[in-house]
Each structure stands twice: as structure tokens, then as C-alpha cells.
């Protein structure tokens, strides 16, 4: 299995950047890599160096001036791909420059060329809807991808020999097909007057072409077909999944992958909170973020191991399940500028505050709250893994110490105290009466608006500072 991959030279990658891969270990969803960040932030460039070491060594990859970054040696490409059993492999520009390469196996006796094979589907997934009859098992079909076609094309090549092979194996590849749609999909292969062939399906008894094919159906076929007949230890790379995807079938996709990942690597590149799942991460899945930094270079960052380690409690606690629930996990797909507030009630008073002395907070409020203020630590430390810059934390008035302990743990972020023990008035049940800059039903007092307006006004200068 794939253990790390160097990339330096492609794209974006002006400088070095390494990425490791999560090894499955048995657990549901342990060999996940999940890739979040902006678009045209890397994260199909990974993929596409991940894809190049598919090629036969006699047949080395070319890359083309323009995905040659001149910041590395003036436009030359190094990638490395480390294995944790059958060696390591570099291809590198050759002395010359230009858009010829060189493989290598480094570690391991080089007459054992074979790499490892990474089933690599891509986010554009339009297949044609005629096609000839071709067979291919699945790592020609692998090899084949790679030295035919770009690694960005508008179609997938040759996908008719993989639909091939599923009607030769209809019955397990329907058996995941019916997991994620949810219901069995009557189809087959057929073929017209003219020799070329057609999928078939039957819906409520009748017949259509492929032509009248959903894009979601058609990313359901290709996502499936990735998965039904890899084997244990095999690698797949996906594409954004979500693609055309209603979020049931998200869910169910997610569900597979999980699954499939105890004894496989599954690497996705994602912009949908629906992959990103806290019990993989939990279970020893990796989450990464790219981003593209000022001086236009490729920038990637991996969640903790400690930060994962919290992650557990979050989603233990029985009482709060929400914390980092779908609202939270919009975090990992903002581009920074995040505001943490201790509960879901702040999140819904700030913003009723600000309304009120009508000023516009520049960022973007966490979730539904961490959940207490000795959670607002933990998610920093998630949000400084990631590589976000630009954080601010509100702590209630009567919770200075944590205030002192989050300054002092993220001095590169703000931590802001309000003035009142809380945001609103707590009447006494089963607590000591609270009182807050707020009134019970969510008023903001007079004597508080310009205290309001500073605190907003002091959120709102952090951002901008450069």
C-alpha cells in the first residue's frame, strides 16, 4: 500500500510538499483519506502524480510545459511515492528538461518493477453511450487509463470494457448497486442494428437507453464499479463522489467506502460534509485540507493525531451530538475567518446582536457552538491543523481562566470576553441565575449595544489584518 507521496514540480507544487496515507487496520473506515479545500487548491493534482506511477516503466509519464511549475529548478518535476512493501519510486524530469521523465524503483531489486496500481476515477464521469464490445481485467484497465488518455479529460476512456466486465459479474457488482440506489436496476447490455452497444435499463416495465441516463446513475455506475471487484490491499482515489449525488445516496456511498476501507486505502477528494465522517478519523482515517498560499504555492495540512483523539469525545457525548454535526463540518470546506462560541445559543444571539447595531461579521460562525468553553480549544486545535489563520473564540464573562489558556495555547488567534457572566439571561433552574447582555427572549440591553459594537468591531479588525 501506498504509505506517502512527495509531490514537487506539478502544477501548483512550486515547493515540496509530502502527503501520507492512511493505512486500514481492520476498523470501519480506517484507510479513508479524505482531501477537503477550495477549488484549484491541489487536490486533483495529487491525484493526477498518484495516477502517473500507473505508468509501465518503459512507457514514463509526460508532462507538458504548462503543468511544469518553473519554481521548481525552471519547470522541472519530482515525485516520489513511498510503499510500505514493495519499495519506493521516483519519476523525475529528466537532466535535460523539458516534458520527458524517468521511472525508477528505489529500495527493493529493480528487475520487480510493478508498483503499486491505483484505481484512480475522476470527477468528470460522462461516458459515451455507444460504444464496441472490449474486455480488460481490472489492471490493464488501470494501465490502459493512464497511457492513453489526460489525466483531466471530459469523458472516461474506454469505460465500455469496464461495463463489460460488470455483466460478467452482475451479480456482485448489483448487490452494491442496489446498497447505494436502494432498490434493484434492471439492465443489460444490448446492441444495435449498426453493431455498436448500448446499456439497456427497464424501469417500471419500460425500456430506455443509456442515453436517457442520469448523470447521478451514471456516477453510482462508475463509483460501484471502482469498488465491486478491488480486492483487499487495493488502492482507490475518487473524485469527488458527490457529484450529481442526491445526499441519501452520499450517505449510502459513504457507508460503502467505510466498509470497504477496513482492508483497502480509499483516498477522496471531497466539497461535500457528508465524507467527511468523525468515526473514520476516530478509527484512524486521515483528513487533509489544501489550500493555496499568497505566494501561489500548494499548501497541505493533516489533522493531528491529537486532534483526532478529541474528536472521540465529541462524538460520545450523548447530550450534544450536534457539535460536530453537518453545520460543523461546513468548517472544513470555508476558506478561514471562523468564529467559535461556546453554545448553539450564542450562535443564534451574536447574529441577532449584530442585526440589531447592524454591523456585518466578516466570518463565519462554527457549527452550533463547541459545546462548553473547554471545547473551544479543541476545535482551534483542529482549525490550526488544517491551516487556518484567521480565528477568533468568544468566552462568556465568568470564564476568564479558559480565556487565559486558549491566548496562551493559539497566540496566532483572538480570544475575546464578553462583559456578563453569559450572552443572555438564565433564568435559575436547576443553576444560579445568570445575568447576560441579552434578555431571555433575546433583546439586546441598552447599556450593552456599545460594548456589542466593540466586540464586533474588534472581530471584524482581526480579520482583516493581513
Known sequence: MINELTIHGLRGFGEERTIQFSIPNGKLGSGLTIMVGANNSGKTT???????????????????????????????????????????????????????????KIGFDDTWWDGPKVFVLQSRRFADYEFNQSFMDREDYIRNQQMNIHNRTASIYEFNARLFKMQKNKESFDL????????????TIEQNDNGMYFLKLI????????????DGIWSVFTICDALYDSTSNSIIAIDEPELSLHPAY??????????????????INTHSPYFVDMDS???????????????GNIDVFRLSDEARSSINGFIKNINQ????????????FLEDRIIITEGQED?????????????????????WGSGGSSNISKIAKILQDLGYKKVVAIFDGDK?????????????????????????????????????MMTEGGSLKEQYKDAIKELFSRINQYFTLQ
Not at 203 to 214: A, F, I, P, Q, T
Not at 321 to 332: D, S, V
Not at 351 to 363: D, E, F, M, P, S
Request: charged share 25%.
Open 321 to 332: 451530538p450536534h457539535t460536530l454535526g453537518i453545520a460543523a463540518k461546513e468548517m472544513f
Open 176 to 187: 452494491l448497486l442496489k446498497r447505494v440506489l436502494g432498490y434493484d436496476l434492471e439492465w
Open 203 to 214: 424501469v417500471n416495465g419500460c425500456s430506455h437507453s443509456s442515453e436517457g441516463l442520469g
Open 46 to 104: 495529487i491525484f493526477e502524480a498518484l495516477r502517473s506511477f500507473n505508468s509501465p516503466k518503459d512507457n514514463p509519464p509526460s508532462f507538458s510545459e504548462r503543468k511544469r511549475n518553473v519554481k521548481c529548478e525552471n519547470g522541472k518535476i519530482h515525485l516520489l511515492l513511498k510503499t510500505t512493501d514493495i519499495g519506493d519510486y521516483r519519476i523525475d524530469t529528466v537532466s535535460s528538461g523539458g516534458s520527458t521523465t524517468i521511472m525508477r
Open 250 to 267: 452520499q450517505n449510502r456511498i459513504l457507508q460503502l467506502f467505510k466498509e470497504y476501507a477496513k482492508d483497502r486505502q480509499i483516498i
Open 281 to 295: 478519523l476516530v478509527n484512524g482515517a486521515y483528513l487533509y485540507r489544501t489550500i493555496k498560499n499568497k505566494e
Open 347 to 367: 450562535v443564534i444571539m451574536y447574529n441577532q446582536a449584530a442585526q440589531t447595531v447592524n454591523i456585518k461579521l466578516n466570518g463565519t460562525f462554527f457549527g
Open 400 to 436: 476568564p481562566d479558559d480565556l487565559q489558556r486558549f491566548t496562551e495555547s493559539f497566540p496566532e488567534y483572538s480570544g475575546l470576553i464578553i462583559p456578563e457572566a453569559d450572552i443572555r439571561d438564565k433564568p435559575q433552574v436547576n443553576k444560579p441565575e445568570k445575568l447576560g
